[in-house]
């Protein structure tokens, strides 16, 4: 059975920086790409960024664009998330998900990762 686990959330004070990851095991099956996403309270969820796993194509929110920077390990099967520069706005819980066809809907997605950014 396939699943993601993020980890790397936690408390940090706007300007400061946190690292997420996100693994993923029981995969049989190629992948097309990897992405995150981010759910504020009382918010939709919102795409971050996405990375395909065999060009390593990459896509920004503009939101987090020149701040957040999203990175793969194929030999890890590890999607990961860099942030810096983070503001409170950030704040969050950032779920990673597996895309396993160009063009579809994602079709596995982790439990999530609380990302609180203070003032």
């Known amino acids: 059975q396939v699943q993601l686990v993020e980890s790397g959330g936690g408390l940090v004070q706007a300007g400061g920086s946190l690292r997420l990851s996100c693994a993923v095991s029981?995969?049989?099956?190629?992948?097309?790409?990897m992405g995150w996403f981010r759910q504020a309270p009382g918010k939709e969820r919102e795409f971050v960024a996405r990375i395909t796993w065999g060009g390593g194509y990459i896509l920004y929110a503009e939101s987090v664009k020149g701040r957040f920077s999203i990175s793969r390990d194929n030999a890890k099967d590890t999607v990961y998330l860099q942030m810096n520069s983070l503001k409170p706005e950030d704040t969050g819980v950032y779920y990673c998900?597996?895309?396993?066809?160009?063009?579809?809907?994602?079709?596995?997605w982790g439990q999530g990762t609380q990302v609180t950014v203070s003032s």
């Open positions: 998900a597996l895309q396993r066809v160009s063009g579809s809907t994602y079709d596995y």
């Open positions: 029981g995969r049989t099956f190629s992948m097309y790409a």
